[in-house]
């Protein structure tokens, strides 16, 4: 029986070692980024595109139901989405938690999805964001700039808001990358390939490095029954991150539910403070 049971292993990493060889030689990217390349329904929201080191980024924008009516804006909200998704699925509904405050919301599609040129790789994704933080800067002016992010998109609003002046910060199930894969994902390959692809993400999408550098009110929404990214990983960034924050609990919920009436209602509550604290600078 112990002989079998060493062939078995034995199987099994000749077979996961050379999977292991290519993600190190960089299907990381795609494994940790992906590409989405759907027919998506923008629900009325625009496509704008910027560039960032010679590549197309394709950014969608719209308004929430303050700001609409021909209504100038008094704030922008750069919109970071999950990996693997699109900007222009969520945007409409990420303006409309916003609700009566005049915002006008961009969302930025990752390199090698929907209209933004590849590769898709995740070095890619910071200079992307720093482009279109930098191209809605020169609209806003003086006019505040907060960030709405969910799942993987906290890496890349945490990354900038350590970078550039943010208003705030709206971070749902944020996900420390290295320590997710290693401690959630590698166990049932021995690490084999949970040990490339870690090493393969880029410094500047670590959220435990990072946090301690940002200084902006955040507001983070924590799922509790989050099997993707378990509610444990969420607390390591909470706890690291250094600027004034609240935390909006949803016990049972997992990683894709809507919020709870609950979780919504505090969510408009804390909107109206990340508001008012911007609004008083």
């Known amino acids: 029986m112990k002989r079998r049971k060493l062939i078995r292993i034995g199987l099994v990493l000749l077979i996961l070692l050379p999977t292991a060889s290519l993600i190190s030689l960089g299907c990381a990217d795609r494994v940790i980024l992906g590409e989405n390349h759907d027919t998506v329904d923008p629900a009325g929201a625009t496509s704008t595109l910027i560039h960032a080191n010679g590549r197309a980024i394709e950014c969608w924008r719209?308004?929430?139901?303050?700001?609409?009516?021909?209504?100038?804006?008094?704030a922008y909200v750069l919109f970071f989405v999950g990996k693997a998704d699109r900007a222009d699925r969520w945007i409409t509904a990420v303006a409309g938690a916003w609700g009566d405050k005049h915002v006008e919301v961009?969302?930025?599609?990752?390199?090698?999805?929907?209209?933004?040129?590849?590769?898709?790789?995740?070095?890619?994704?910071?200079?992307?964001?720093?482009?279109?933080?930098d191209a809605v800067k020169q609209i806003a002016g003086q006019r505040p700039i907060f960030i709405h992010a969910g799942s993987f998109g906290t890496t890349a609003a945490i990354y900038l808001a350590?970078?550039?002046?943010?208003?705030g910060m709206?971070?749902?199930?944020?996900?420390?990358?290295?320590?997710?894969?290693?401690?959630?994902?590698?166990?049932?390959?021995?690490?084999?390939?949970?040990?490339p692809v870690a090493s393969k993400i880029p410094p500047e999408l670590d959220s435990i490095a990072n946090a301690p550098n940002c200084k902006t009110p955040?507001?983070?929404?924590?799922?509790?029954?989050?099997?993707?990214?378990?509610?444990?990983?969420?607390?390591?960034?909470?706890?690291?991150?250094?600027?004034?924050?609240?935390?909006?609990?949803?016990?049972?919920?997992g990683h894709d539910s809507p919020l709870t009436h609950e979780a919504a209602e505090g969510l408009a509550k804390d909107l109206d403070w990340l508001w008012q604290g911007a609004k008083a600078k």
Do not use: C
Request: avoid cysteine; charged fraction near 15%.
């Open 162 to 167: 350590a970078h550039r002046p943010v208003a």
């Open 62 to 74: 719209t308004r929430s139901p303050g700001a609409k009516n021909g209504r100038e804006p008094e």
């Open 218 to 253: 955040a507001v983070f929404i924590s799922a509790g029954a989050d099997w993707v990214i378990p509610a444990k990983y969420h607390k390591l960034v909470i706890n690291a991150y250094a600027g004034e924050k609240r935390v909006i609990e949803m016990p049972g919920m």
């Open 170 to 195: 709206v971070l749902q199930n944020p996900a420390p990358l290295k320590q997710l894969i290693m401690g959630n994902y590698g166990w049932w390959n021995l690490w084999i390939l949970a040990g």
């Open 106 to 133: 961009w969302g930025m599609n990752y390199p090698g999805s929907g209209g933004s040129e590849g590769p898709a790789k995740l070095e890619n994704v910071p200079p992307s964001a720093l482009e279109e933080y």
